[in-house]
């Protein structure tokens, strides 16, 4: 079987969407399949160092970047558009990764033109929040582009139950593939040396860490954990809480007031986008994982916490209801005081939040490696291709 993912970027700024993407093509290739990604060589506001139209090879995979007008992170490549037209018609299966984006319109067109079935993975966008951030452009674009690819698509991939229940309420009718992102079973950071991160924040030293893992960006609820920490700080004041995420579009300023109103911003280290070794050891050193998250799709830095052993508080809006009913994290409602109660509940029983974590970490490794979610895809893939005329 040879298939294609289409995605508008997957710069690393982009969190976990791209990361996610990344290993799920990687993941495929491991089961004979023929795996070929394109995308455009955005990473933010910035570009990629990397050469574009011409195939580069990456763990089992092919990459092909192309370049693209960029402007409000809005990606528009002329060249991605028909170098889809011309070879669409070469994949047995396409997969359209994110919505409202310029860079997918043509996919959908050549996809709907030469009959090939494509599957499309929204990756949260359709969550009630996101659709109501921006409305006023959201709606006309969903109406008039994306509503009638979702409709011809061979089936939706959604992350978890709540989205399922979200794209019903919008009334389309295609089928929904219900498969979460994964994560690499191997990816525990609990052998990581943490020296290494308090050798780059010292003002960690001796404290009790909280960690933020994600982008700055309004639907985090940055608001929200800024007046939780505050009411947790009061109580226990050698706490110490580490935003860890790249700042795409200007909002770390705003951020910055939330806990400066609070009167707790010197508590506060923004790290920036960390990767690699420096982001294993971020998860090594923290004490207890938060996602204040209003809206999310699946969150992969989630399944990192938890992975990592660590307590995890995430709100409802994190799509993840199989962690409270496991017992494997804290699943709270959308305001602070349930963010703050969840915190105190973490630092006075730490014992207790010990165990929660080392739960969490089982369950992950049981349920959400991305071999498992690579073979579930694959069978969504092979039913569909059956079942066409």
């Known amino acids: 079987m040879k298939i294609l993912h289409v995605v508008p970027a997957i710069?690393?700024?982009?969190g976990g969407p791209s990361l996610s993407v990344l290993s799920l093509a990687e993941n495929q290739t491991r089961l004979d399949v023929e795996v070929d990604l394109v995308t455009t060589n955005r990473n933010g506001a910035q570009q990629l160092d990397i050469s574009t139209q011409t195939w580069v090879t990456d763990k089992g995979f092919r990459i092909q970047?192309?370049?693209?007008?960029?402007?409000?992170?809005?990606?528009?490549?002329?060249?991605?558009s028909r170098w889809l037209n011309r070879h669409v018609?070469?994949?047995?299966?396409?997969?359209?990764?994110?919505?409202?984006?310029?860079?997918?319109?043509?996919a959908y067109q050549a996809c709907q033109r030469d009959?090939?079935?494509?599957?499309?993975?929204?990756?949260?966008?359709?969550?009630?929040?996101?659709?109501?951030?921006?409305?006023?452009?959201?709606?006309?674009?969903?109406?008039?582009?994306?509503k009638p690819a979702l409709e011809r698509a061979s089936?939706?991939?959604?992350?978890?139950?709540?989205?399922?229940?979200?794209?019903?309420?919008?009334?389309?009718?295609?089928?929904?593939?219900?498969?979460?992102?994964?994560?690499?079973?191997?990816?525990?950071?609990?052998?990581c040396d943490s020296s290494i991160f308090y050798q780059s924040f010292p003002a960690t030293i001796d404290k009790t860490l909280i960690l933020f893992l994600g982008r700055i960006d309004p639907k985090k609820g940055l608001d929200l954990l800024a007046q939780a920490f505050a009411q947790a700080y009061q109580e226990f004041p050698h706490i110490h809480l580490v935003i860890a995420g790249p700042d795409n579009i200007g909002y770390l300023a705003t951020v910055k007031q939330y806990f400066a109103a609070q009167q707790c911003l010197h508590a506060v280290t923004f790290t920036g986008m960390i990767t690699g070794t420096l982001k294993a050891a971020a998860l090594a050193t923290a004490d207890i994982y938060v996602a204040p998250s209003y809206s999310e799709g699946f969150s992969m830095s989630v399944l990192e916490g938890m992975l990592?052993?660590?307590?995890?508080?995430?709100?409802?809006?994190?799509n993840f209801p199989e962690a409270?009913?496991?017992?494997t994290a804290h699943v709270v409602e959308i305001n602070a005081e349930a963010i703050a109660n969840a915190l105190i509940d973490c630092l006075?029983?730490?014992?207790?939040a010990k165990a929660m974590g080392d739960r969490a970490r089982h369950f992950v490794q049981k349920n959400y490696t991305w071999d498992k979610i690579s073979r579930d895809l694959l069978e969504v893939y092979q039913k569909i291709l059956s079942q066409k005329v």
Request: aromatic residues 12%; charged residues 15%; neutral net charge.
């Open 65 to 80: 970047y192309f370049p693209c007008w960029y402007f409000n992170d809005y990606k528009i490549s002329p060249s991605m």
């Open 115 to 146: 009959r090939v079935p494509y599957i499309i993975h929204p990756h949260g966008m359709l969550e009630t929040w996101s659709l109501n951030h921006k409305s006023w452009k959201k709606k006309p674009y969903y109406a008039a582009i994306e």
């Open 348 to 352: 006075k029983d730490p014992a207790a």
């Open 89 to 106: 018609r070469d994949y047995d299966f396409v997969n359209i990764h994110a919505i409202f984006s310029y860079a997918n319109v043509a």
């Open 11 to 14: 710069g690393a700024v982009y």
């Open 155 to 191: 089936a939706i991939r959604v992350l978890s139950t709540t989205e399922v229940e979200n794209l019903q309420t919008l009334g389309i009718q295609t089928p929904l593939a219900l498969i979460p992102n994964g994560i690499s079973a191997e990816a525990s950071a609990t052998a």
């Open 324 to 327: 409270d009913e496991a017992k």
């Open 308 to 318: 990592s052993g660590l307590p995890c508080i995430i709100t409802t809006a994190c």
